[in-house]
């Protein structure tokens, strides 16, 4: 049985990018490997925010992020382009909730 890959918005704006980065391929190619097995190697657990996740190289600069649901068979797809970006975005999230929590202390 094959896995369901399902992509995130995030995942869908970077594929954007990748046609004229002329990477649509290699990441169709990684693709078709989740769908066989995700945890086929060669991939990368990652650390830090991103705790949970598994990255494949595009290339040398780009990755493929993606998490895997076990009981569900479904792999998400959370970013095709770069994961450094990802972890900034995931950064400034954190920093946004951080300033809220502060400022409803703050007001209370």
């Not at 954007?16 to 002329?22: D, F, T």
Request: charged residues 25%; proline residues 3%; hydrophobic residues 40%.
């Amino acid at each position: 049985m094959e896995w369901k890959i399902e992509f995130s918005r995030h995942a869908l704006k970077d594929a954007k990018k990748l046609k004229s980065a002329n990477l649509d391929k290699n990441v169709k190619q990684l693709i078709e490997v989740l769908k066989q097995n995700p945890y086929q190697p060669p991939y990368e657990k990652l650390t830090g925010n991103l705790q949970g996740y598994y990255s494949r190289r595009i290339n040398i600069k780009h990755r493929l992020v993606y998490r895997v649901e076990d009981s569900s068979k479904i792999v998400k797809v959370v970013s095709v382009w770069s994961h450094a970006e990802l972890q900034t975005s995931s950064r400034i999230i954190l920093i946004k909730c951080a300033i809220a929590l502060c400022l409803l202390w703050w007001l209370s």
